[in-house]
């Protein structure tokens, strides 16, 4: 099955500073790969995602690049502020012919942005 | 008007007693989910729906199961409850389609198993 991996489990930054994650995976089968946000005590969020079919993608502040062929994707915050400080999960999905897409998480980045 | 809606949000119970978490969801979506997030925050899909059907069945001790009497609701009943269940349980849905396949969350259900 599939199997993610993403690095750093810990990053904190200054505030204006740009933040990256960066996240394998292993099945090449894989076609989507979203990144989520989770506030303390707070639910996943979706923040950005990209398709097999593009390389970058990018949204404000956040930006997502896919490289295929290394089976790597990155996301990359901007001008990070306060509020950006939480848990980011990358995730790789195989989306199903019977419907739904099984999402296969990281193991999650704690971002901290500091003052 | 809660998208993906869970209950109870916490739920504490002793070793050996069973309990469910429900899940309802207005977005229309054919597809439900469950996952577990342990103490590490890891996050692992259980079990997934498509219009009631099951598709997706990881490997889940058998004292989990699912239940979608609809597409709108996913329920989650666990027998005989152990110390390792601890953890927070979350409902998902989703669409497929030709636009974002985004899942949306629950607000999650934090089970303490004492």
């Known amino acids: 099955g599939e199997n993610v991996e993403q690095h750093p489990s810990t990053l904190s930054v200054q505030e204006g500073d740009s933040a990256v994650i960066k996240c394998t995976y292993s099945?090449?089968?894989?076609?989507?790969f979203p990144w989520y946000k989770q506030e303390l005590g707070k639910r996943p969020q979706l923040i950005i995602d990209?398709?097999?079919?593009?390389g970058e993608k990018k949204d404000q502040r956040i930006a997502v690049t896919l490289n295929k062929t290394a089976k790597h994707f990155s996301l990359h915050i901007t001008e990070t502020q306060p509020e950006d400080s939480a848990v980011y999960f990358c995730?790789?999905?195989?989306?199903?012919?019977?419907?739904?897409?099984?999402?296969?998480f990281g193991t999650g980045t704690q971002l901290k942005v500091e003052l | 008007d809660t998208a993906v809606s869970q209950t109870p949000k916490y739920l504490v119970t002793q070793m050996g007693n069973d309990k469910s978490i429900k899940c309802e969801q207005n977005?229309?979506?054919?597809?439900m989910y469950w996952y577990k997030q342990d103490s590490k925050k890891f996050l692992k899909i259980m079990f997934s729906?498509?219009?009631?059907?099951?598709?997706i069945n990881e490997t889940v001790p058998n004292r989990f199961s699912p239940k979608s009497p609809d597409k709108a609701h996913l329920n989650l009943h666990i027998n005989s409850l152990e110390l390792g269940d601890s953890a927070v349980y979350f409902c998902?849905?989703?669409?497929?389609?030709?636009?974002?396949?985004?899942?949306?969350f629950g607000q999650g259900t934090r089970l303490t198993v004492v």
């Open positions: 990209i398709r097999s079919n593009v």
């Open positions: 977005l229309g979506h054919d597809t």
């Open positions: 998902a849905s989703s669409q497929l389609g030709q636009g974002s396949t985004e899942a949306f």
């Open positions: 729906y498509n219009n009631k059907e099951l598709i």
């Open positions: 099945d090449s089968a894989s076609n989507y």
């Open positions: 995730a790789a999905s195989l989306i199903l012919t019977g419907g739904g897409n099984k999402l296969t």
